[in-house]
């Protein structure tokens, strides 16, 4: 009587060819046929039952032997019905049967992958009637099920191709179903280390994987700690039911992840079947190790060897195909290593021909630093030829989980380091920022005062070396700060919309250091400096006055001191006591001559009174030598008018007593008086000098001098007549034999005198001339200087204007895409630069006229000034718009704008900016949001007003309006991302060490965010601890970290 295993027919090859029907097999002196053919239909009707039975001519006993599973008891251990190296969980009744077996007895066909085809199967622990009475009820009959996921080729019971195939090549039956004992001590190893790497979490191992999985206790305890969730309460008892029914809560536990276990009790655990616990292990291993696993989206197993075949395809030597030769020569495990730690292996000194060194150098690394336990012998991998799959994937599952974190690991410290790149960028230019602003303030407030200082010098060369340094000012040291102002405004706008793109709050500059700050500072500046220039000339113009006023007031002091020079000794004289009548006589009307000059010196005298006023109201520094000057004069001039009253009352006492006077001498002195004052006055104009600003200026000079010349012959003449009397005199003298005196008596004058002054007069006049003419060529000098610098500045002046507008309509109507439009505005620019040569012309010939100070150009509107201003204004302008057209590309790469939008954008805004000055006010926006699709309420409006206003300056820029319209479709890294990032690196705790951060980011980073992060304040935290959920937060919250 015997009982036998029934197999599905193959379908390996078309043509089958027949084998004899049976094969003598011969068992510890048993003898059994092996049925090798049977086809299924035979089997349903009862024929030809394909069986091992025992042989009639049975060695030592004639009844059926008592077998459990399905051999006999003294057959060898490879004699095991296995499907692919897996124990068939079954029981035969343990009393004898009738020889045949009847039909309804378990015939068993298998299928790998979707269980047993339709054949009764005893349930583990049956025997007797019983078990032959569930045997037969299809109610009680057993589904072999694997884990869900796996592919062909998986499972607890592998060893065919599909339903309805066969299992295995017919000639490979016995290999196929036969558990190698290579195999079972590779299993029985490495699942006990894989068990113990887990248990070892719980204070716990196991040293016989048969025997400690017995009570159930720890196999509930392993899936607790793989799984993390808790299982019932075991049973404490130490009676068989209490150990089956802790078996069977761990049973039940994983039949609910999804994997229904058939052919595996609890009562073969506990018997310390190990064939079934090395199933029930490898199951738990393909369900909690490997299931997960999957690399676009392939199976468990497939999905493992693909991403062993991807991390070894660089290197040498490795070719992963399987689970079994394929990591013979360790080489595999080795570069697993090496791709993810290269710095635990040198794979380069690795050699093929040396398999076993390979191997240990792969274990003892991953033991050492990867805590992978050992699991395997490189003697058993090496000298087995086919070493056993489930026990290298059971292996190699531990390094893609080990590996796995460290790549989950890598990913967010990458994440970590991106977004403290971008705040460590935009912090480095906050501090730029900061460092620019200041120097910039702080030059503008060491210059204020300089300009602020109105302390005028009291000589014109001092005053011209202050407006040298003013001139060396504009030229040298204001340029660059200009420069450097732009720079500023650019480097803001520019972090300003990377903080945007980034979801960093905006950047706020220490106080009084805002763009609109230092444009108040720099306007504060400018008007200093217009002050300041203004002072500087109209004080240039005062010392001009100064001296022109005190040039003059010399020459009239001088020639009046001259004139006064002996009067009061003349005047103090008592010569007509002893003189005769007719010298009395002279001597009064020589006497009134002296009152007649004397009154015509009184407006010479007045005059030099007005000029020491005017330079005293002036604040002309020599003013008190001045003021004692014109004291003296004025006082030697009261003298003279009280001297020149008492001889007046004593020439007229004498006048009585002295009658005969010479008529002649006397016409002489009326005629020549006048004469000589002529003479003066005309030495005076002659010898005086003038302050004159223009052509027609000198013009009218030259007129008068002409008409002064005119008279020079009328002159002559009254010159003629003059002499002419005194002539007369002698004539007469010589005549009446008188003796002539020496002197007139009416008058201190002598034709010497006259014919002196004459000559000095006529020797004036051409030197005028060539003073007037020198003074002629110099002003139509400054004329030309004029009209050159009008020239330049009337063409440079509406080409700035023209190129500011130019630029307005750049900025506001642009056309084509961005690079474009860059394009064009850096052509614009770099002809801007080019036409800085035609300003610096101009500055030379603004320079040449402030030479010669030449102060007034009628010939134009526009001042050096003007152009000034209208230059900056042109750089500013063209930097701005570039700028702003940078930004848009910045919004456009960072938002995933397209270039139509942007178009679109530019166009909407340009529609509703009604005044074209690159700005909307809020209605014209509400109508553009509107026109948009919009529907906008009045607090909705407001809401958006304060995004693209926050400055509440009543208008909505371009650029706002781009980041308005884009703001709400940006991808960047929030702080949540930031958190779940660090959470990574921490290991789920809420907290993080110094220690992990230097481990995990780049020393500079890690630094950083040691630096930065607060100790973490939660309790159960090592000394040292570190919130960086706060850190994370305030990433994206205050721009001051």
């Known amino acids: 009587m015997g009982i036998g295993l029934c197999f599905p027919p193959a379908r390996r090859r078309q043509r089958v060819r027949r084998r004899p029907e049976r094969q003598l097999v011969a068992v510890n002196s048993h003898y059994y046929y092996r049925h090798l053919r049977c086809t299924h239909e035979e089997t349903e009707r009862g024929r030809g039952f394909p069986m091992v039975t025992q042989h009639p001519r049975g060695g030592a006993g004639t009844g059926t032997p008592n077998l459990r599973y399905g051999i006999h008891p003294g057959a060898p251990k490879s004699f095991s019905p296995l499907v692919s190296g897996q124990p068939l969980a079954w029981s035969l009744p343990k009393r004898p049967r009738p020889h045949p077996a009847p039909p309804t007895s378990p015939i068993f066909s298998a299928n790998p992958i979707r269980g047993w085809a339709g054949r009764y199967l005893t349930r583990p622990g049956c025997s007797g009637e019983r078990g032959a009475e569930r045997a037969r009820s299809p109610s009680k009959m057993m589904m072999v099920m694997q884990p869900e996921g796996l592919g062909v080729g998986e499972g607890p019971f592998v060893g065919g191709s599909g339903g309805g195939e066969y299992m295995e090549q017919e000639e490979d039956w016995d290999r196929d179903l036969l558990l190698d004992p290579a195999w079972e001590k590779q299993q029985r190893k490495t699942f006990t280390a894989w068990c113990n790497s887990h248990l070892r979490k719980a204070g716990t191992q196991i040293e016989n994987i048969e025997e400690d999985f017995r009570n159930g206790l720890k196999l509930m305890l392993l899936l607790e700690v793989i799984s993390g969730e808790r299982l019932p309460r075991p049973d404490k008892g130490k009676m068989r039911f209490h150990k089956i029914a802790n078996v069977n809560k761990a049973l039940d536990f994983i039949a609910s992840k999804g994997v229904k276990l058939v052919s595996i009790g609890a009562e073969e655990i506990v018997d310390g079947n190990l064939k079934m616990t090395l199933g029930m292990i490898w199951t738990i291993i393909l369900r909690f190790a490997i299931q997960d696993i999957s690399v676009e989206e392939t199976s468990a197993k497939e999905g493992l060897l693909l991403w062993c075949q991807r991390k070894t395809a660089p290197y040498r030597n490795v070719n992963v195909q399987n689970f079994h030769t394929s990591w013979k020569d360790g080489l595999a495990l080795c570069a697993l290593i090496h791709r993810h730690r290269p710095d635990l292996i040198d794979y380069a000194k690795l050699r093929k021909d040396d398999p076993i060194g390979n191997l240990n150098t792969a274990f003892e690394v991953a033991e050492k630093y990867l805590d992978i336990p050992r699991m395997l012998d490189a003697e058993d991998i090496v000298n087995t030829p086919k070493p056993d799959e489930k026990a290298i994937m059971t292996y190699v599952s531990c390094f893609y989980h080990a590996f796995a974190g460290a790549e989950q690991a890598e990913t967010a410290a990458n994440r970590i380091c991106k977004v403290l790149a971008v705040n460590q960028e935009n912090e480095k230019l906050m501090e730029e920022y900061e460092k620019l602003a200041s120097e910039l303030l702080e030059w503008i407030r060491r210059t204020i005062p300089w300009l602020e200082n109105r302390v005028g010098e009291p000589s014109m060369s001092a005053m011209q070396r202050k407006l040298e340094d003013f001139r060396d000012y504009r030229r040298l040291h204001k340029p660059p700060r200009v420069q450097e102002k732009c720079q500023l405004e650019i480097n803001f706008n520019t972090l300003q919309t990377k903080l945007r793109l980034s979801h960093r709050p905006a950047f706020m500059p220490s106080e009084g250091k805002l763009v609109s700050d230092i444009a108040n500072a720099w306007r504060g500046l400018e008007q200093v400096e217009k002050g300041y220039e203004d002072w500087l000339l109209s004080e240039i113009r005062r010392l001009q006055r100064l001296q022109h006023l005190a040039e003059k007031f010399q020459q009239k002091a001088s020639l009046h001191e001259a004139w006064t020079r002996g009067k009061e000794d003349m005047l103090s004289q008592r010569d007509y006591e002893s003189a005769s009548l007719q010298e009395v006589r002279a001597l009064l009307r020589r006497h009134e001559a002296f009152e007649s000059d004397l009154a015509a010196h009184q407006d010479r005298v007045e005059h030099i009174a007005a000029l020491a006023q005017e330079l005293n109201e002036l604040d002309y520094h020599e003013a008190a030598s001045v003021n004692s000057r014109c004291q003296a004069i004025c006082d030697q001039w009261d003298n003279l008018g009280t001297l020149t009253q008492k001889r007046r009352d004593a020439l007229e006492r004498m006048e009585k007593l002295l009658e005969t006077i010479d008529q002649l001498q006397l016409e002489f002195a009326r005629r020549a008086a006048p004469f000589n004052n002529w003479l003066d006055g005309a030495v005076e104009d002659l010898q005086d000098v003038w302050l004159v600003h223009s052509v027609e200026e000198t013009q009218s000079l030259l007129t008068a001098h002409e008409q002064f010349k005119a008279t020079l012959p009328e002159a002559d003449q009254e010159r003629g007549a003059i002499l002419g009397i005194q002539g007369e005199i002698q004539k007469i003298c010589q005549t009446y034999g008188l003796r002539p005196s020496s002197t007139n008596p009416y008058i201190n004058l002598t034709p010497q005198d006259i014919n002196t002054k004459w000559d000095m007069v006529r020797k004036l006049v051409p030197s ?274």
């Open 768 to 1041: 005028r001339d060539q003073t007037l003419q020198e003074e002629l060529a110099r002003q139509q000098l400054n004329e030309r200087l004029r009209r050159q610098f009008a020239a330049q500045a009337n063409a440079v002046g509406p080409w700035i204007q023209g190129k500011v507008e130019e630029v307005g309509r750049l900025a506001t109507g642009m056309a084509g895409s961005l690079e474009e439009q860059m394009a064009g505005l850096r052509q614009q620019e770099q002809n801007i630069i080019n036409y800085k040569s035609n300003i610096d012309r101009l500055e030379g010939d603004h320079q040449l006229l402030q030479e010669s100070l030449v102060f007034d150009n009628k010939h134009t509107v526009y001042s050096m000034e003007h152009i000034r201003v209208g230059w900056e204004q042109l750089l500013t302008s063209i930097a701005r718009t570039i700028n702003e057209v940078e930004n848009q590309v910045l919004t456009r790469d960072a938002k995933g704008l397209s270039q139509e939008q942007l178009n679109e954008f530019r166009a909407s805004f340009n529609h509703f900016d009604r005044k074209r000055n690159g700005m909307m006010e809020p209605d014209d926006f509400r109508a553009c949001l509107i026109s948009m699709g919009y529907d906008l309420g009045e607090v909705e409006f407001a809401r958006i007003m304060t995004m693209v206003d926050p400055n509440a300056a009543g208008v909505v820029t371009f650029q706002a309006f781009i980041d308005f319209m884009t703001r709400e479709t940006a991808e960047t890294d929030t702080a949540e991302q930031v958190v779940a990032s660090f959470k990574i690196l921490a290991g789920d705790k809420n907290y993080i060490t110094p220690e992990e951060l230097r481990r995990e980011l780049p020393a500079e980073q890690a630094e950083y965010c040691i630096r930065r992060m607060a100790p973490y304040k939660g309790s159960g935290a090592p000394p040292g601890a570190l919130d960086y959920v706060a850190f994370s937060s305030a990433l994206y919250g205050e721009s001051d970290l």
